[in-house]
């Protein structure tokens, strides 16, 4: 009997130690899981916390491109000023060794800028050869294919403005095509050398209108020019008619307008305008072709890119026949 009391006991105590045991050890495991719970959530807030610092700190990066997004606008805007280097032609196809230039032009970044958006390299090459009773251009790609599709430009295809060294002599001619990406034109150029400005716009192709040196006959080696100066008197007689240049301003990167003073009795339209306009640096590098702002009208707006002395002819169509009145004007960078 007290044998059974006993194991009785010992049985009850096995129980209850056993269940507590196994309640303490619960307890702890429910503790370390809690522990490493909360260690784990506060990992991810800390991570969270730095994420979102390193998020703040990226922001000047990005204030930075904004920055970036300016450079942008200053490289369209010195494309745009590059862009106001490109001329359109006129012709006169007259030739005026002293002062009857007949020097007809435009200027890019004149009223009439449909060359003007010309930024980027040119993907048109035009190239010239001359001798002493024909002259022909040759427009390629940058790939070396010719070039033939070219829009109408003031009722021409192709205008060539052509100067002597010295910017005396002045031709203003109109080449036909006559093959693949071929013009050509019969006319005499006496022996010297030359600058042409081949003024085109071609289809779907960026064009800028450059210099091109070419010698016809065999002049020697090219004089020295005495350079241009300006007039002390705006007014230009050729041929019996008298033209009066009057200009709203001298100064480099501003609005010019030039106005012209002639007999409109008998003036008409000359390849679709009142009139054209021809402007050159003095080393003939600049070639700017201006239109008239109004086309009933011989007035023309520019802005010369630089100062400098330039050379400007402005043609015009009196009685059936165009004339070219030349005159030399120094731009200054003072007001």
Do not use: C
């Amino acid at each position: 009997m007290h044998k059974w009391v006993l194991a009785g006991i010992v049985y009850v105590v096995l129980v209850i130690g056993g269940f507590t045991v196994y309640e303490q050890l619960f307890d702890s495991a429910d503790q370390q899981a809690g522990a490493a719970t909360a260690g784990h959530a506060a990992g991810n807030e800390q991570a969270g916390g730095h994420g979102q610092g390193a998020g703040n700190e990226s922001n000047p990066g990005n204030v930075h491109g904004n920055g970036n997004e300016s450079g942008s606008r200053h490289g369209a805007a010195s494309g745009t000023e590059n862009g106001h280097g490109a001329p359109d032609g006129a012709e006169t196809g007259h030739d005026t060794a002293s002062g009857g230039d007949n020097r007809h032009g435009t200027e890019h970044g004149h009223a009439d800028a449909a060359h003007q958006e010309h930024t980027g390299e040119s993907e048109v090459h035009a190239s010239i050869e001359a001798n002493a009773s024909e002259v022909k251009i040759s427009l390629k790609d940058k790939a070396g294919n010719p070039v033939n599709e070219l829009e109408v430009n003031h009722e021409k295809l192709l205008h060539f403005i052509i100067v002597d060294q010295n910017l005396e002599k002045y031709y203003h001619l109109h080449p036909e095509q006559a093959g693949d990406g071929e013009f050509r034109i019969a006319y005499r150029l006496p022996e010297g050398n030359y600058k042409g400005f081949v003024d085109i716009k071609p289809k779907d192709l960026a064009y800028h209108v450059e210099p091109i040196s070419f010698v016809v006959g065999h002049p020697g080696a090219a004089a020295s020019g005495q350079g241009l100066k300006p007039d002390t008197a705006l007014t230009k007689t050729v041929e019996g008619e008298t033209v009066k240049l009057t200009m709203s301003s001298f100064q480099a990167n501003h609005p010019v307008q030039l106005s012209f003073e002639l007999d409109q009795t008998h003036l008409t339209p000359y390849l679709g305008a009142m009139g054209h306009v021809v402007i050159l640096d003095e080393k003939a590098e600049n070639f700017l072709h201006v239109h008239p702002a109004d086309e009933a009208k011989p007035v023309f707006e520019t802005t010369f890119s630089r100062a400098g002395t330039y050379k400007i002819w402005a043609e015009f169509q009196q009685n059936g026949k165009v004339r070219a009145f030349p005159f030399v004007v120094k731009i200054t960078n003072n007001p």
